[in-house]
């Protein structure tokens, strides 16, 4: 032979998978992603300037990202989801579009913002989670004083490697009202009744806000010496009414609490999670790092990380606000969890 079979072969659109073996075959997951805080008390001076100096017209979303430091290109804060911090001021306006990727809002501060999704009209409070799920018409307003702000929680680093994304904008700044306020937050509340008019709908929740005073209520049903989860705490599902299951198909949304003095054992799982401190303080130990956190902080746990959460306090309680891929990884069969 006279040319370089390697280069030879290269040239014909080929590789040898023997150079490639074990990358294309780990002996187990190891993620791109690396443990990681955001901390809300040295992000939020920002938000509120960039709420001073950028308008809702020179901007679609006031958002920060937050990026994990081992996925910046394209940015993401777990391998297949992503969290922001989103501001909007009274007499604001985000323009409605909408997008296959799915969506979620925790509302962390302020009164009297408003999203209107496929023209319902649903309210936030901090604490509430308000779902948009993937091709839902969404925009969001604020008719109170002072500045709202919320976690956003999207699947488009997902979406985007399924090369499944589109997105479109509707051409007005805001929807039309079709339905009554906050209907399906009302219609579907109670769980255990809901509507029979309704044909049960897609894979997602036909819920538009899961009020905190529900999730308040759930906890406080459920007593202080009840068992819950050795890793995760007293650990509650939002659900889907439909289906039991979660509330859209990639992801799972959680809500914890850790007593005081919780400490939780050590595991690992192959699904992707990202924390949100509602109120409390501890730290969680994380591939050997430790990320320590308080109120409205954000972390992340990679897929196939060890982890172990502690509430660090002995007096008050530490909820946290979770979501997770682990949807997708069991659709797929490829949920595997590890402890010891
Ligand atoms: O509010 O529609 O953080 O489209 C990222 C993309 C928020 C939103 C984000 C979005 C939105």
Not at 87 to 105: C, D, K, V, Y
Not at 123 to 135: A, E, I, Q, S
Not at 255 to 282: D, K
Request: net charge negative; charged share 20%; proline share 7%.
């Amino acid at each position: 032979m006279t040319t370089d079979p390697y280069q030879a072969i290269k040239e014909l659109g080929a590789a040898p998978l023997w150079q490639y073996y074990g990358n294309l075959f780990p002996v187990e997951p190891q993620s791109a992603a690396v443990p990681y805080v955001w901390r809300y008390q040295d992000l939020r001076p920002y938000m509120l300037h960039f709420a001073e100096v950028l308008s809702l017209q020179e901007a679609e979303r006031r958002v920060l990202m937050l990026v994990n430091p081992g996925l910046q290109e394209p940015p993401a804060t777990v391998n297949s989801l992503y969290a922001g911090i989103q501001i909007i001021l009274p007499g604001e306006t985000a323009q409605a579009h909408r997008h296959t990727a799915s969506a979620f809002r925790f509302i962390i501060e302020g009164q009297g913002a408003y999203t209107t999704v496929n023209g319902e009209r649903v309210d936030m409070h901090p604490g509430d989670l308000l779902l948009t799920p993937g091709w839902h018409w969404h925009d969001h307003s604020h008719d109170g004083a002072g500045p709202m702000m919320w976690l956003d929680g999207l699947d488009y680093p997902l979406v985007n490697k399924l090369e499944a994304g589109f997105f479109e904008l509707l051409g007005q700044r805001m929807q039309g009202s079709t339905v009554p306020d906050n209907f399906s937050s009302r219609k579907f509340i109670h769980g255990r009744l809901s509507p029979r008019w309704d044909a049960p709908g897609g894979a997602h929740s036909p819920i538009g806000n899961y009020p905190w005073k529900e999730t308040e209520q759930a906890f406080s049903g459920i007593a202080d010496d009840a068992e819950g989860s050795h890793t995760e705490g007293i650990i509650l599902e939002y659900t889907n009414p439909w289906t039991g299951g979660s509330v859209m198909p990639t992801m799972s949304c959680r809500i914890s609490r850790l007593r005081p003095g919780f400490r939780g054992f050590a595991h690992q799982h192959t699904a992707s999670t990202i924390y949100h401190v509602v109120r409390g303080q501890g730290e969680s130990i994380v591939d050997g790092d430790r990320l320590t956190w308080a109120e409205h902080d954000t972390f992340c746990v990679p897929g196939w990380a060890r982890y172990e959460h502690t509430n660090l306090s002995m007096s008050q309680d530490a909820i946290l606000f979770s979501y997770t891929d682990e949807p997708v990884m069991r659709a797929l069969g490829l949920y595997r969890v590890a402890s010891n």
